[in-house]
């Protein structure tokens, strides 16, 4: 399952950083009167963390995209699992009538990036070529679907300081990538 040559230092260190915030976020919610929903609230701040540096290679690099990458798209992916784990599980217990009263169609663009998501890791780990125009077109939709849910649900739907600085911040960083791309050289005809 691992590339032909596999680097342990960006999956161990994303890895590493998912290990020390969710054990932040156990410690954190604690005192909260509802620790079932201020778990599923720090694990989706972890999620956007975790991920805020794969959305931000997505933007700077040209493709391939790289063991960086990957390192953290993957924790990333495992936050929001967990985030919705805490959510759907805990919160919810599994009502999806009760989600969708609650979150009308955003319970479902959730769902959407959730299936995404898990197929783009997972294709980004299985040992085949990354560059094929499915998988592009995939990688594409999905990170546009990650990077504008992230924004909303942190920028725009949310009146904390926390959440919507990381939220403005992620959307900071990734115009600048934008805007310090360095243009792909394409070999002369």
Do not use: C
Request: hydrophobic share 65%; no cysteine.
């Amino acid at each position: 399952m691992f590339p032909k040559t596999f680097d342990p230092l960006p999956l161990g260190t994303a890895l590493g950083l998912f290990g020390v915030g969710v054990f932040a976020m156990s410690l954190v919610s604690l005192g909260a009167d509802n620790v079932g929903y201020a778990r599923a609230e720090w694990t989706a701040r972890l999620a956007l963390v975790l991920a805020a540096p794969a959305i931000v290679l997505y933007v700077a690099r040209p493709a391939p995209l790289g063991d960086w990458w990957r390192a953290y798209w993957t924790a990333g992916l495992l936050a929001y699992l967990l985030h919705f784990w805490w959510a759907v599980v805990v919160v919810y217990q599994v009502d999806l009538d009760a989600i969708i009263a609650r979150q009308g169609w955003v319970a479902a663009t959730n769902a959407l990036v959730t299936i995404l998501w898990i197929i783009d890791v997972v294709a980004a780990w299985l040992p085949w070529p990354q560059t094929g125009l499915w998988l592009l077109i995939l990688r594409f939709v999905n990170w546009a679907l990650v990077t504008v849910s992230f924004i909303a649900a942190s920028a725009i739907f949310r009146d904390d300081t926390l959440p919507r600085a990381l939220g403005i911040g992620l959307g900071v960083a990734v115009l600048a990538a934008l805007l310090l791309r360095k243009p792909v050289a394409r070999p002369a005809a």
